[in-house]
């Protein structure tokens, strides 16, 4: 199968295969950080008197080997850079990465051949005019010897996929309605706070950069402990509502909320008066996520009752249910299936009807918001979200009432390719980096762009995005050409 406009799989088994000056190792260090690029010329030079030296070839190979083992049985992109033209070795290579797990990439060199030869003319050590003719011969025969391999693709440079979108200046203004070319919204969701001497100021900064570029709010975790998926139990983890209450000061059009806040920690009538609180503050961009908790020790800490998952979904139900009663109009009693409220008297009234995110992918989450919330956050695993999808469409068709769907994504994002590896490094911890890279997606922004793409196709309205490295408004500034 060829490729054309996909990009390719990452991590990878990447092979290079052409004659010499077909472009070959131009191709893949224009695309890959030095580190993924195992080259038989550059391993000539290491073991031998340079690049060039043949008598140095059998051991270079045998190091060749030995290093395409090593990272493929760490899970890490290895592009091999030599001619590619040995059906053993190939054989070889595709055995070892499928065992490994890793897709098996062909990038076919298709250069003509008098190109290839007018590039050999100018090396200063050309390769023999007899060895050439040999490579370029056998070149012309492997496209269908590799059809019979079965990599999982075969890549044509030429095809290329159109680079990342160009970012867009901070006062570009963004559409009324800050949506991507993709049709997705973006929320920016906050969970680490490197705050520094000056607080106030950082949240500000980060909120503005999130305005600037198009963002279409900004979420905060309600959390009282830092969870450890974050960071460290003694850094700092604001009160969300507060928090809020802040940014509503600042003059943006983000919308505001919380991603996700548990119903174990406050009576629903109170986070109901916070949030129409909020909306009156901003005008009507306040939104809620609810979900029914999950970390029993800040319950603990914080002296709060931890119920067994089926009270707190029981919560979830509650609060929502009594959320919308408070904010219904007049100030009548209220008896419903689970609340019974003797006045609805519940001033300021929200700005606009608010929006209710549950946040959960389990079955009855998922019956829950088909029933009473507006949207269900999910997971942004594609496989997840093809296993819960039709489930949640068959409990709304049944509810008969449509729910939204956003999602919760966890990237690495770096400008280049070598940037990106630099985080993955400085994110991974003891975590072997091939099982990092597999359990984030780590890319440049046009990378993620493609991704995202996807998630679009499925239905997916919002992505929420966390950066687990935000350390301030540059960060935010590099995630922009994710909204052009």
């Not at 073991?47 to 760490?74: C, K, M, N, T, W």
């Not at 070598?418 to 091939?434: F, H, K, M, N, Q």
Request: charged letters at 25%.
């Amino acid at each position: 199968m060829a490729a054309t406009a996909d990009r390719l799989p990452d991590p990878a088994l990447v092979v290079l295969v052409g004659p010499s000056g077909s472009g070959k190792s131009t191709w893949a260090e224009s695309r890959y950080r030095r580190d993924e690029i195992v080259s038989s010329d550059a391993l000539r030079g290491t073991v031998g008197s340079g690049p060039h030296d043949l008598d140095a070839s059998d051991d270079a190979f045998a190091l060749l080997e030995q290093i395409v083992d090593a990272r493929l049985g760490r899970g890490l992109t290895t592009v091999v850079d030599t001619l590619g033209l040995d059906d053993v070795r190939r054989a070889r290579w595709l055995a070892a990465a499928r065992e490994a797990g890793l897709p098996t990439v062909v990038v076919l060199m298709t250069t003509p051949d008098e190109e290839c030869r007018r590039r050999n003319r100018e090396r200063d050590r050309p390769v023999p005019a007899p060895a050439l003719t040999g490579q370029l011969r056998k070149a012309r025969t492997i496209a269908t010897t590799l059809d019979l391999e079965r990599w999982d693709l075969v890549h044509i440079p030429g095809r290329e996929p159109a680079g990342g979108p160009e970012r867009p200046s901070a006062d570009t203004a963004p559409s009324p309605q800050r949506r991507s070319s993709q049709g997705l919204r973006f929320v920016l969701q906050v969970s680490r706070f490197p705050w520094g001497e000056d607080p106030a100021a950082w949240l500000a900064d980060v909120a503005r950069a999130a305005d600037g570029h198009g963002f279409a709010g900004i979420a905060l975790m309600d959390h009282l402990i830092q969870i450890p998926q974050v960071g460290r139990a003694w850094e700092p983890i604001p009160e969300p509502w507060v928090t809020l209450g802040l940014l509503a000061g600042l003059d943006t059009g983000l919308e505001l909320g919380t991603l996700v806040t548990p119903v174990t920690f406050r009576p629903p009538g109170i986070t109901a008066k916070a949030v129409a609180t909020l909306d009156a503050l901003t005008g009507g961009r306040a939104f809620v996520g609810l979900g029914a908790g999950w970390w029993d020790r800040e319950h603990a800490a914080y002296g709060l009752p931890f119920p067994p998952p089926a009270q707190r979904l029981d919560q979830v139900e509650t609060a929502i249910e009594t959320m919308r009663a408070l904010w219904s109009a007049g100030t009548k009693a209220y008896a419903g299936e689970r609340v019974s409220l003797p006045e609805t008297t519940s001033y300021p009234r929200p700005a606009h009807g608010i929006s209710i995110i549950l946040g959960g992918a389990g079955d009855r989450t998922l019956r829950i918001a088909a029933r009473l919330a507006d949207a269900v956050n999910l997971p942004s695993a594609l496989g997840t979200l093809d296993r819960k999808l039709p489930l949640l469409r068959t409990h709304a068709e049944a509810a008969g009432r449509p729910v939204t769907v956003p999602v919760l994504d966890l990237p690495v994002v770096g400008r280049d390719r070598d940037d990106t590896w630099a985080r993955v490094e400085r994110l991974r911890g003891s975590t072997p980096a091939g099982q990092y890279v597999r359990r984030v997606d780590a890319g440049t922004a046009g990378e993620h762009r493609e991704r995202y793409g996807a998630l679009a196709e499925r239905g997916v309205d919002t992505v929420f995005i966390a950066l687990a490295d935000l350390d301030g408004p540059d960060d935010v500034e590099r995630l922009a050409p994710l909204l052009a």
